[in-house]
Nanobody, 118 residues
């Protein structure tokens, strides 16, 4: 069982920055994909950014140019640097780890609140 511990959320003014971190532990296998999703009140959870173990990335259009995902494979940790934050970025951000073998196993963190408001 993989445990994910997130940190770094909080309250920030529009135009500000935050850095989210997520450390995974307990995995018997290397984690193929790590990433971030978010869910705003009344909306479905959506992709923000993911990064494969080989370094390839995938960003939501809303994140491109403002957010940067990075990963330390040795530490099983993924980061999300968020710049130029907007009120519409307000959401609970969830860390995800995906292990791909004969099946796909997804693991989720507990979520960290990001609020962008003046």
């Amino acid at each position: 069982q993989v445990q994910l511990v997130e940190s770094g959320g909080g309250l920030v003014q529009p135009g500000g920055s935050l850095r989210l971190s997520c450390e995974a532990s307990g995995s018997r296998f290397s984690i193929d994909v790590m990433g971030w999703y978010r869910q705003a009140p009344g909306k479905q959870r959506e992709l923000v950014a993911t990064m494969a173990s080989g370094g390839s990335t995938n960003y939501a259009d809303s994140a491109k140019g403002r957010f940067t995902i990075s990963r330390d494979n040795a530490k099983n940790t993924v980061y999300l640097q968020m710049n130029s934050l907007k009120p519409e970025d307000t959401a609970v951000y969830y860390c995800n780890s995906r292990i791909i073998r004969s099946r796909i196993d997804d693991y989720w963190g507990q979520g960290t609140q990001v609020t962008v408001s003046s």
